[in-house]
């Protein structure tokens, strides 16, 4: 996230009153064979193994918007 960006969510967040409630949901990525290997990551994208897909799966629902 850029500083830019960092600056305009902190202006949204000023202007919410206490009147509005937020959800905020984290989702971590999903299994990959470098996990199960302890490997270092953070350059290379890896793609999602078996359970990982399962595990991208069941959290797809919850991230859907709501009405």
Known sequence: MTLQDQQ???KALARMDA????TLHVTRHGETDWNKEH???G???PDLNDT???QAMQVGPSCRLQP
């Open 39 to 41: 490997r270092l990551q």
């Open 19 to 22: 009147c509005h409630a937020c």
């Open 43 to 45: 350059q290379l994208d």
């Open 8 to 10: 305009r969510l902190a």
């Open 52 to 54: 990982g897909r399962v």
